[in-house]
């Protein structure tokens, strides 16, 4: 079975300090990797993903994540947080195959101190 | 284009009554997804249409849930009777027909209060 863990509740920067916001996943088979994040009264808006090719991918908003196949993570990095990424980031996993469910982690928390 | 809609934002029923929730999905997107979060919980899959045919239905809680996608454009998802522990964030996403690597695209979400 899939599973995605997200090991912090609240993960709480000073703005201008990189984040990281971290992800491990268990899949059986390849896994397709995915950041959202959602906003109060939002839904969730994709941030980034890991398919194949090169480890480190870049997305939306300055973040970037690095795919880890030895260590089964994939956190989520900003080298420069902003106030406005204060949010709550959802970690996503599907195996590689058709257009199967998405299976999410609990979230994290991320608030940015001015 | 326009994005996933979600009707209504937010709901709240007595234990006992009927609500349906309605999502109108992006314009030509064949995979329409329904996910429930429980308070402080993880987002949870429910089901799967593949354009108005049911591809997984393998999370939905019992048969007090039951969903359609008649023409395979919108969907409905009737709760009845509502139950308390029924109450969440119920998102609907879509996604292209082709590749499993495409993202999926998520709407604002109905909250669901039963009281």
């Known amino acids: 079975a899939q599973s995605v863990a997200q090991p912090e509740d609240q993960v709480n920067v000073a703005e201008g300090n990189p984040l990281t916001v971290k992800c491990t996943y268990s899949?059986?088979?390849?896994?397709?990797l995915f950041w959202y994040v959602q906003y109060p009264n939002r839904g969730l808006q994709f941030l980034l993903k890991?398919?194949?090719?090169?480890?480190l991918v870049k997305g939306s908003y300055g973040f970037e994540a690095e795919f880890n196949k030895s260590q089964t993570s994939f956190h989520l990095k900003k080298p420069s947080a902003l106030v406005s990424d204060s949010a709550l980031y959802f970690c996503a996993v599907r195996v590689f195959s058709g257009n199967t469910p998405l299976v999410f982690g609990k979230g994290t928390r991320l608030s940015v101190i001015a | 284009e326009a994005g996933v809609t979600q009707f209504p934002s937010h709901s709240v029923i007595e234990k006992g009554q009927t609500v349906t929730l309605r999502c109108d999905p992006i314009s030509g997107h064949d995979n329409l997804y329904w996910y429930r979060r429980v308070m402080g919980k993880e987002i949870k899959f429910l089901l799967h249409f593949v354009k108005e045919s049911k591809q997984d239905e393998s999370g939905m809680p019992n048969n007090r849930f039951l969903a359609e996608r008649t023409g395979g454009t919108y969907s409905t998802l009737k709760v009845q009777p509502a139950e308390l522990e029924d109450s969440g964030v119920y998102f609907c996403?879509?996604?292209?027909?082709?590749?499993?690597?495409?993202?999926?695209?998520f709407g604002d979400g109905t909250r669901l209060s039963i009281l």
């Open positions: 996403a879509s996604s292209p027909g082709t590749g499993g690597n495409q993202p999926q695209h």
């Open positions: 890991y398919i194949t090719g090169d480890n």
């Open positions: 899949v059986s088979g390849n896994p397709y």
